[in-house]
């Protein structure tokens, strides 16, 4: 497996790079078949009836299915998206919202806003679920929020700071007892465990193709097919219609009723072949993580000043926050800059729970596939010279 452009030197220096959170590198096999699609295949879809037309709505059809195929879900249940935050989007804006929404102090700011402003429009209570001390989900208050008024529960499953693995089937049991839905964050989650949405029993997950090695600009939602049914379109144009009349119109089916426009082509195409590589490297994945999350745990023990703000033991995501001593975050990344170094400095899109840990920001180092022991022990001797340069 190639990562072109883990070749390249920042600053003189090998490239460690810690920011596959912020966005992931892209393997050679994602670049190549984007290319090849582009070069040998490329039309509109779904329009046209020469050859390339076909060839691109039939390679554009595939990589739903494939997406599909990594969820555990049927090709109609995908809808391309252009990431997270519009899957999350298409959900918030076409409910017939007819209850309370309960969100966590965990999200980000894409699965906390959309709720947030719709509650707002409809009068409806917006109720947010704390942590626990230890940075974990308060299930016990979960259980209290969540209650016969509330229609939506929108959950982050892996947390982009704290590294928290959040217990979606049990808030997938507790939503459905209270006929509440419930609506998932998957954008950290699917980079790193195979997520089966029927046996987590999930009604809609989001994700984002540039989070899974995969391009910007493309993301998926998927949807159980009954609430895709019902759920409303909210961008209207070309392609996502049945019959336009000068009084009223009616709507294609779903998933093609969300996807007005010219969509993402070669990026759905490419968000297929990402797809693909994740089914294909889990293990390698899994294996990678197990090795990486307690070195790193011990390593970052060792550096005086650090503080890691998230869940301390190995049951954890890949995300490691921290703050060091009172240099700024941004401060902290410039030093790792300089020894070729990329991390993440500031609220990482989620103010509200920075603001519940008494913090502006944080620094975060993050992995992917790639990375290696190596790396980390970089890390730590890059962190190591923070002090150094700020004393
Ligand atoms: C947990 C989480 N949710 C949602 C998003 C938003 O994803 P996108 O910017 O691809 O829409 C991110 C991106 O950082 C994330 O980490």
Same mark, same amino acid.
Not at 26 to 55: C, D, S
Not at 273 to 287: P, S
Not at 296 to 301: D, G, P, V
């Given at each position: 497996? !190639? ?15 810690l ?26 879809? %779904? ?60 999200? %980000? ?21 704390? #942590?626990?001390?230890?940075f974990?989900?308060? !299930?016990?208050?979960?259980?209290? #929020?969540?209650?016969?008024? !509330? ?10 700071v704290l590294g ?11 939503? %459905?007892?209270?006929?509440?839905? #419930? ?47 019902? #759920? ?26 969300? +996807? ?22 889990? +293990? ?12 790193m745990l011990e390593r970052i023990a060792e550096v005086e000043d650090v503080t890691l703000i998230g869940v301390a033991? +190995?049951?954890?995501?890949?995300c490691f926050a921290f703050t060091f001593a009172d240099v700024h975050p941004h401060d902290v990344s410039s030093v790792l800059d300089e020894h070729?170094i990329?991390v993440r400095a500031g609220h990482h899109?989620t103010?509200?729970l920075h603001c519940a840990l008494g913090l502006d920001a944080t620094t975060r180092a993050s ?9 980390v022990?970089a890390f730590i001797a890059a962190l190591k010279k923070v002090k150094e340069v700020f004393t």
């Amino acid at each position: 497996m !190639t990562f072109p452009i883990l070749e390249r030197k920042i600053r003189g220096k090998r490239l460690v790079y810690l920011d596959s959170a912020a966005s992931a590198q892209k393997p050679a096999v994602v670049l190549e078949g984007e290319k090849a699609f582009y070069e040998q295949h490329y039309a509109n879809v %779904h329009r046209g009836v020469h050859t390339l037309a076909e060839e691109a709505t039939e390679k554009y059809e595939e990589a739903r299915e494939k997406v599909g195929k990594l969820l555990n879900a049927s090709s109609e249940e995908v809808i391309f998206t252009s990431g997270t935050t519009s899957a999350i989007n298409v959900v918030a804006n076409g409910l017939e919202l007819d209850g309370d929404i309960v969100v966590s102090m965990l999200e %980000h700011h894409s699965n906390f806003v959309p709720w947030q402003q719709l509650a707002k429009e409809h009068g409806k209570k917006f109720k947010v679920i704390p #942590l626990t001390p230890d940075f974990h989900l308060d !299930t016990e208050k979960a259980r209290e #929020l969540i209650d016969v008024n !509330t229609a939506v529960v929108a959950i982050n499953h892996v947390s982009n700071v704290l590294g928290t693995i959040n217990p979606i089937k049990e808030l997938a049991d507790i939503a %459905h007892e209270h006929n509440a839905i #419930l609506v998932v964050d998957g954008a950290q989650a699917v980079a790193h465990e195979k997520v089966d949405v029927k046996a987590l029993d999930v009604d809609f997950y989001a994700i984002s193709g540039h989070k899974m090695y995969g391009p910007s600009g493309i993301g998926a939602l998927y949807g159980r097919k009954e609430l895709l049914t019902k #759920l409303q379109p909210s961008i209207f144009g070309g392609e996502m219609v049945r019959e336009v009349k000068i009084e009223d119109t009616t709507w294609n089916d779903a998933p093609w009723k969300f +996807e007005a426009g010219t969509p993402n082509i070669a990026g759905a195409v490419a968000m297929g072949f990402a797809a693909d590589f994740l089914r294909e490297n889990y +293990e390698q994945i899994t294996k990678t993580d197990a090795e990486l999350v307690p070195y790193m745990l011990e390593r970052i023990a060792e550096v005086e000043d650090v503080t890691l703000i998230g869940v301390a033991d +190995e049951k954890r995501g890949t995300c490691f926050a921290f703050t060091f001593a009172d240099v700024h975050p941004h401060d902290v990344s410039s030093v790792l800059d300089e020894h070729g170094i990329a991390v993440r400095a500031g609220h990482h899109c989620t103010q509200p729970l920075h603001c519940a840990l008494g913090l502006d920001a944080t620094t975060r180092a993050s992995f992917g596939i790639y990375n290696t022991k190596e790396d980390v022990d970089a890390f730590i001797a890059a962190l190591k010279k923070v002090k150094e340069v700020f004393t």
